[in-house]
């Protein structure tokens, strides 16, 4: 994640102008500030619990995991989305050391969710359609770098293989204007992102970074997939 995030320009743009959309938006999808709390950038004291038998797990990165941690916090069957760190070398490796590109790791997002209720198909299909532009390569909207890396990362052969198939299929359908190059890599040791990261779109509706680049993308997957939205 880079400094855009944090000093989005606002340049030429009155107050009013964009106070007001910002606020039609957040409201139209049901969007509120949290209480205001103190943050501490430090780490859970404790990953996640491990998922219950009758859940799985899917790794996703696209881009800054705020927005697409939020995109799977909307949809039905998922229980947890997670904001982290996957596909690298260094072991746990803080935000300032990913953000340098040094480490192999892409801001990654750990999906749990309920089979019976959402298929691991229809994960790979948010992903590519909502969460992120998965013909980007190392960059993400403004930001860039291989941290922003468009990556599934698998956790068995029934999930490479799923996702090996869903990408062939865009890549024949012509869905897209160029070529998709998400790669499909074996996944490691997931590390959960520090505390002030996790839930980072509804706790922050207003900031400009998550107005311009984010909230859209719940609205799209509210207008796209309605029956899967929550």
Known sequence: MSLHKLKVSVRGMSRLSWVAPVLLLAAALGLRA????????SRPAAAAAPA????????????CFWGVEAVFRH????SSSVSGYAGGTVKDPSY?????????HAESVRVTFDPRQVSYTQLLKVFFS??????????????VGTQYRSVVFYAGEEQKQAAQAYIAQ???????GR??????????AFY???????????LHPYQPYIVINDLPKIDHLRREFPDWYH
């Open 179 to 188: 070529p998709i190059v998400t790669q499909v890599a074996p996944l490691g």
């Open 130 to 143: 909502v969460a992120h532009d998965p013909t980007e390569l190392n960059r993400q909207g403004p930001d």
């Open 52 to 63: 219950a038998a009758d859940s799985q797990t899917a790794v996703f990165a696209g881009g």
């Open 75 to 78: 949809v039905k069957g998922v």
């Open 34 to 41: 949290a209480p205001a709390t103190e943050m501490q950038p």
């Open 192 to 202: 959960p992102a520090e505390a002030y990261h996790q839930n980072y779109l509804a």
């Open 96 to 104: 300032e050391a990913v953000s340098t590109g040094t480490t192999g």
């Open 170 to 176: 865009l890549n024949a359908s012509k869905v897209y």
